[in-house]
């Protein structure tokens, strides 16, 4: 049974950074195309990042994110990783992550709240 555990948000003033985390047990996301998607209120779940598989993969960015986050994996842990830098309130939203282009997708799990607000 595949499990994804989203943690690291929270609240933070314009311009802050955080770091998100996402550990994933029951599956080995190195070897999917993986990534973090987040849903803002009364949006559709939007994909933010992803990662190729295997050890040297390929990013890839949303525009709107593109200079600022930074996707990682720790393939020995099994551990998926979004470096949030200079966050602006249009990055409010709940950050999931999950399988990218790559069906079935796993169970989604409870996200993070990410919030940026002076």
């Known amino acids: 049974q595949v499990q994804l555990v989203e943690s690291g948000g929270g609240l933070v003033q314009p311009g802050g950074s955080l770091r998100l985390s996402c550990v994933a047990s029951g599956s080995n996301i190195s070897l999917y195309r993986t990534g973090w998607y987040r849903q803002a209120p009364g949006q559709q779940r939007e994909p933010v990042a992803d990662?190729?598989?295997?050890?040297?993969?390929?990013?890839n960015y949303a525009n709107s994110v593109k200079g600022r986050f930074t996707i990682s994996r720790d393939n020995a842990k099994n551990i998926m990783f979004l470096q949030m830098n200079n966050l602006q309130p249009e990055d409010t939203a709940v950050y999931y992550c999950?399988?990218?282009?790559?069906?079935?997708?796993?169970?989604w799990g409870q996200g993070t709240q990410v919030t940026v607000s002076s």
């Open positions: 999950n399988k990218v282009q790559s069906w079935p997708l796993y169970p």
């Open positions: 990662i190729r598989s295997g050890g040297g993969g390929a990013t």
